[in-house]
Protein backbone atom coordinates (compact mmCIF):
# COMPACT_ATOMS: atom_id res chain seq x y z
CA UNK A 1 0.00 0.00 0.00
CA UNK A 2 1.14 3.67 -1.04
CA UNK A 3 -0.07 6.24 0.58
CA UNK A 4 0.21 10.31 -0.69
CA UNK A 5 -0.34 13.07 1.35
CA UNK A 6 -0.68 16.67 0.42
CA UNK A 7 -1.60 19.71 2.22
CA UNK A 8 1.19 21.07 4.54
CA UNK A 9 2.64 23.98 4.49
CA UNK A 10 2.58 26.95 6.11
CA UNK A 11 -0.07 28.76 7.98
CA UNK A 12 -0.65 31.82 10.58
CA UNK A 13 -2.45 31.40 13.61
CA UNK A 14 -6.08 31.25 13.71
CA UNK A 15 -6.12 29.84 9.71
CA UNK A 16 -7.05 26.81 8.51
CA UNK A 17 -5.86 23.80 6.85
CA UNK A 18 -7.15 20.75 4.76
CA UNK A 19 -4.87 17.34 4.37
CA UNK A 20 -5.15 14.57 2.49
CA UNK A 21 -4.36 11.44 1.82
CA UNK A 22 -4.53 8.82 -0.84
CA UNK A 23 -4.15 4.99 -0.60
CA UNK A 24 -2.99 2.80 -3.74
CA UNK A 25 -2.47 -0.63 -4.27
CA UNK A 26 -3.33 -3.08 -2.32
CA UNK A 27 -6.67 -1.73 -0.77
CA UNK A 28 -8.59 -4.20 1.00
CA UNK A 29 -12.61 -3.65 1.51
CA UNK A 30 -12.03 -3.24 4.93
CA UNK A 31 -9.23 -0.95 6.82
CA UNK A 32 -8.55 2.07 8.98
CA UNK A 33 -7.56 5.26 7.65
CA UNK A 34 -6.39 8.58 9.18
CA UNK A 35 -4.10 11.18 10.50
CA UNK A 36 -1.42 11.47 13.33
CA UNK A 37 0.86 13.91 14.38
CA UNK A 38 4.02 14.84 16.14
CA UNK A 39 4.54 17.96 17.75
CA UNK A 40 7.56 19.01 19.96
CA UNK A 41 6.06 19.37 23.23
CA UNK A 42 4.40 15.83 23.07
CA UNK A 43 7.11 13.38 22.39
CA UNK A 44 5.79 10.71 20.24
CA UNK A 45 2.79 10.42 17.90
CA UNK A 46 -0.53 11.30 18.78
CA UNK A 47 -3.70 10.64 17.03
CA UNK A 48 -5.79 13.26 15.45
CA UNK A 49 -8.23 11.49 13.88
CA UNK A 50 -8.83 7.59 11.79
CA UNK A 51 -11.90 6.51 9.89
CA UNK A 52 -12.85 3.00 9.31
CA UNK A 53 -14.51 1.59 5.82
CA UNK A 54 -18.17 2.17 7.51
CA UNK A 55 -16.89 5.42 8.62
CA UNK A 56 -16.50 5.26 12.24
CA UNK A 57 -14.40 7.92 13.40
CA UNK A 58 -12.11 7.44 16.39
CA UNK A 59 -10.79 11.07 17.58
CA UNK A 60 -7.40 11.85 19.78
CA UNK A 61 -7.73 13.18 22.93
CA UNK A 62 -7.30 17.04 22.32
CA UNK A 63 -9.33 16.99 19.00
CA UNK A 64 -11.93 19.54 19.53
CA UNK A 65 -14.95 21.18 17.21
CA UNK A 66 -11.98 22.50 15.03
CA UNK A 67 -11.19 18.98 13.58
CA UNK A 68 -13.23 17.78 10.48
CA UNK A 69 -12.35 14.75 9.01
CA UNK A 70 -13.87 13.31 6.49
CA UNK A 71 -13.53 9.78 4.05
CA UNK A 72 -13.69 9.37 0.19
CA UNK A 73 -14.10 6.15 -0.21
CA UNK A 74 -14.26 5.59 -3.96
CA UNK A 75 -11.24 7.53 -3.83
CA UNK A 76 -9.70 5.36 -0.57
CA UNK A 77 -8.34 8.92 0.54
CA UNK A 78 -8.94 10.63 3.67
CA UNK A 79 -9.50 14.26 4.65
CA UNK A 80 -8.49 16.04 7.61
CA UNK A 81 -9.28 20.01 7.63
CA UNK A 82 -8.10 21.68 10.67
CA UNK A 83 -9.59 25.31 11.82
CA UNK A 84 -8.09 28.36 14.14
CA UNK A 85 -4.57 26.78 13.78
CA UNK A 86 -2.56 27.32 16.76
CA UNK A 87 1.48 27.74 17.35
CA UNK A 88 1.83 24.47 19.26
CA UNK A 89 0.22 22.47 16.44
CA UNK A 90 3.58 23.04 14.12
CA UNK A 91 5.14 19.75 13.52
CA UNK A 92 4.77 16.79 10.90
CA UNK A 93 1.47 15.12 10.24
CA UNK A 94 1.97 11.11 9.04
CA UNK A 95 -0.91 9.10 7.61
CA UNK A 96 -1.98 5.74 8.87
CA UNK A 97 -3.35 2.85 6.61
CA UNK A 98 -4.04 -0.37 8.78
CA UNK A 99 -5.73 -3.74 7.22
CA UNK A 100 -3.61 -7.02 8.06
CA UNK A 101 -0.45 -4.44 8.18
CA UNK A 102 0.36 -0.69 9.04
CA UNK A 103 1.56 1.42 7.03
CA UNK A 104 2.42 5.23 7.35
CA UNK A 105 2.70 8.11 4.84
CA UNK A 106 6.21 9.80 5.14
CA UNK A 107 4.41 12.99 6.70
CA UNK A 108 3.91 16.38 6.00
CA UNK A 109 5.13 19.51 7.70
CA UNK A 110 2.50 22.09 9.12
CA UNK A 111 4.14 24.84 10.89
CA UNK A 112 2.15 27.62 12.38
CA UNK A 113 3.38 30.95 12.44
CA UNK A 114 2.91 34.81 11.75
Known amino acids: VQLVESGGGLVQPGGSLRLSCKAS????????MGWYRQVPDNGGRELVA????????QYGDFVNGRFISSREGAKNTVNQEINNLEPSETGVYYC????????WGKGTQVTVSS
Open 96 to 103: HFRNWQDY
Open 50 to 57: TLTTTDVI
Open 25 to 32: GGISLVYV
